[in-house]
């Protein structure tokens, strides 16, 4: 009844490839940002921010990250966390040896070298496809642990292999505190979905697009293969590197190489698919899912008041998270983002059936 | 549209050369020494039983195979051009556009982004203007826009613009199939099985819609077609293909007169 779009005509291409053509969603939008921006940050406590929304706002920028690859053009990886290991490190090598650098350049810089990794691990991608290259990005896992652990160079010759960042200090402004970090991430975060949605709406998108959906159509009128996935790849690490050297800095404080480690790609995996392949919003849904769902359970026989060990919590915890993934792929496939997509053709509709 | 056109067709100077074509894969041999040449504006037909070898020829000439012997020479910039192991994006620079037998088209997409799909070789702003959105590339994707629209008009799919192509029938996708292919204003057309599994209204359409691109765009059309009315109709030359080698070549006329096609189509008794 409220959620429709009749009467608003579009007389330009302009208007009719805006981001959000209808107006309720540009209204629902602008509400979100002021909820996010203004009322989270009086109202959440600080346990809020360093449990939940600092991860769930980092690893929602690294699954965009990875959508664009494994999501707009088909390409699979399971070693994404390889590439947000090396933004990590090249952040913390960055910021060690040129103290001066303001912090943006120092995260564009190593959104950049994770890009430039990225792109040498997807050269197989020009030749093999499916499983055979999930496997062959696995190397890209097995060599960063290797690497980081070993060459004592990229930790600054810490004995424990570990390092430690001191909180960013940008244009005079200290970015110490739970709700600082949350602002500035929030920010960070936003850009860098804008940015991501012009891609995959102008022609590098269509050319991943159509590299997913028909590799040799694609060929035929004229896409290059080795330019549209080396690109995915490139684009992808960068945000994932990104993503990487926010989550050092941000949320980790200090790490050691396995913070970086097979089980963190494979969650990023988890959140695309339950969010929804080829879909930025999907990004969000699957982040939200994987960062928030475990807390939940964790919380919930304590708020419930039942009496059970904190080693049977955690237990059930992960049985509890595994069956609802595997309930949540039977229900709806395609991810909470397809969900949200019903809902909202639902709503057009309401209170009509047809 | 009847058999036998009275009116005499303008036909041009030779665009597409295939000399001595031949293609194996292992030991299956898809094309044996096979030669002809498509002249400019005309409508060329390949016919020829199943595993003739007819899609085989159009994947050569398309740059998606490379055949072992032989050469093809495509008109580029007025001339002949001979290519050597041509990749497909060469060959889409050299104005060829391609449909296919069994759908191809991007099912994730819209219509509109399929056929924008098609407009992508000659959209050429960078990533960081399009990560952006920058003025010239978002003039560029309003000018493509325009490009595309006209082709909806003229396919008459106006109503599914933004349908994913995936919910649309059949008939509809290989029209949208074409659509992605006229994007790119090609100078030949590769048509494979424009027709196929689709009932008379549909064939007429289809029929009415690859005529219309011959006559008002001067586009060349190189068809694979099992329809033999069809093929008789609106076909101004015609290859028979059999076994990976060609049995005949001429007007539409001759070759139903050909006893070697005859042969091929009915089979011979021992």
Redesign the interface.
């Known amino acids: 009844m409220f959620y429709r779009e009749n009467g608003q005509y579009k007389t330009t291409?302009?208007a009719d490839?805006q981001m959000l053509p209808i107006l309720q969603d540009r209204v629902f939008m602008a509400g979100l940002l002021v909820v996010a921006f203004v009322a989270v940050p009086f109202f959440a406590s600080d346990y809020l921010f360093l449990s939940l929304l600092i991860p769930f706002l980092i690893l929602t920028l690294a699954a965009i990250g990875l959508n664009l690859l494994v999501g707009y053009c088909g390409q699979i990886s399971i070693g994404h966390a390889a590439f947000m290991a090396v933004g990590a490190y090249a952040a913390y090598n960055i910021a060690l040896r040129i103290p001066q650098l303001n912090f943006l350049v120092v995260l564009v810089l190593a959104g950049l070298i994770a890009a430039a990794v990225g792109m040498l691990f997807g050269v197989p991608s020009l030749r093999i496809k499916g499983l055979y290259l999930a496997v062959a990005t696995l190397a890209a896992q097995f060599f960063t642990d290797w690497l980081f652990a070993r060459v004592k160079w990229f930790t600054d010759y810490a004995s424990s292999g570990s390092v430690s960042t001191a909180p960013i200090v940008m244009f005079g402004w200290t970015i110490d505190t739970p709700v600082k970090k949350y602002c500035f991430l929030l920010a960070v975060l936003i850009v860098f979905t804008l940015?991501a949605k012009?891609?995959v709406r102008?022609?590098?998108g269509?050319?991943w697009?159509?590299m997913?959906?028909?590799d040799?159509?694609?060929?035929?009128?004229?896409?290059?293969p080795v330019y549209a996935k080396l690109?995915a790849f490139a684009?992808s690490s960068f945000y994932v590197g990104v993503a990487g050297a926010l989550w050092g800095f941000m949320h980790l404080g200090s790490w050691e190489p396995l913070a970086f480690n097979l089980t963190l790609s494979l969650n990023l995996l988890f959140m695309i698919i339950i969010g929804g392949m080829?879909s930025l919003l999907g990004s969000y849904f699957g982040a939200a899912f994987i960062v928030m769902l475990p807390i939940l359970l964790n919380q919930l026989p304590t708020l419930l008041g039942v009496p059970i060990s904190t080693a049977m919590i955690s237990h059930l915890e992960l049985m509890i998270f595994g069956a609802l993934i595997v309930f949540f792929l039977i229900v709806e496939p395609h991810g909470l983002a397809r969900l949200w997509a019903v809902g909202k053709e639902k709503l057009r509709l309401w209170p009509f059936p047809h | 549209m009847s058999g036998g056109a009275t009116v005499e067709r303008v036909t041009g100077e030779v665009i597409i050369a295939v000399e001595g074509v031949s293609l194996a894969f292992g030991g299956v041999k898809a094309l044996s020494d096979v030669s002809f040449d498509v002249r400019e504006h005309e409508v060329r037909a390949i016919i020829g039983p199943n595993g003739a070898g007819k899609s085989s020829m159009l994947n050569v000439i398309?740059g998606?195979y490379h055949p072992q012997r032989g050469t093809i020479r495509l008109k580029m910039d007025g001339t002949l051009r001979e290519f050597h192991d041509m990749?497909?994006?060469e060959?889409?620079?050299s104005g060829i556009?391609?449909t296919?037998q069994n759908l191809?088209?991007?099912?994730?997409?819209s219509v509109l982004?399929n056929i924008?799909?098609?407009?992508?070789?000659r959209?050429h702003?960078n990533?960081l203007l399009?990560?952006?959105?920058l003025g010239p590339?978002?003039k560029e994707?309003?000018e493509h826009?325009?490009a595309v629209?006209r082709i909806i008009d003229f396919l008459e799919i106006q109503a599914w613009r933004k349908t994913p192509v995936g919910r649309l029938p059949y008939g509809l996708q290989k029209r949208v199939d074409l659509g992605?292919?006229l994007?790119?204003e090609p100078s030949v057309l590769l048509l494979d099985e424009p027709m196929a599994g689709m009932n008379v209204e549909e064939k007429q359409d289809m029929c009415r819609f690859i005529l219309d691109v011959n006559d008002h765009f001067g586009t060349t059309i190189v068809l694979i077609e099992h329809d033999m009315s069809v093929v008789m109709d609106i076909s101004d030359r015609v290859v028979v293909l059999d076994y990976g080698r060609k049995i005949g070549d001429g007007t539409p006329d001759e070759v139903r007169g050909n006893q070697a096609v005859i042969d091929a189509y009915l089979g011979v008794s021992h």
Do not use: C, W
């Open positions: 291409y302009a490839q940015i012009n891609l102008g022609h590098i269509r050319a697009m159509a997913r959906d028909m040799v159509a694609a060929e035929v009128i004229g896409i290059r690109s684009v080829g | 398309n998606v990749d497909p994006h060959v889409a620079l556009a391609r296919f191809a088209l991007f099912k994730g997409m982004d924008m799909t098609g407009r992508n070789l959209m702003s990533i399009q990560a952006l959105r590339a978002a994707e309003i826009r325009e629209e992605r292919a994007a790119l």
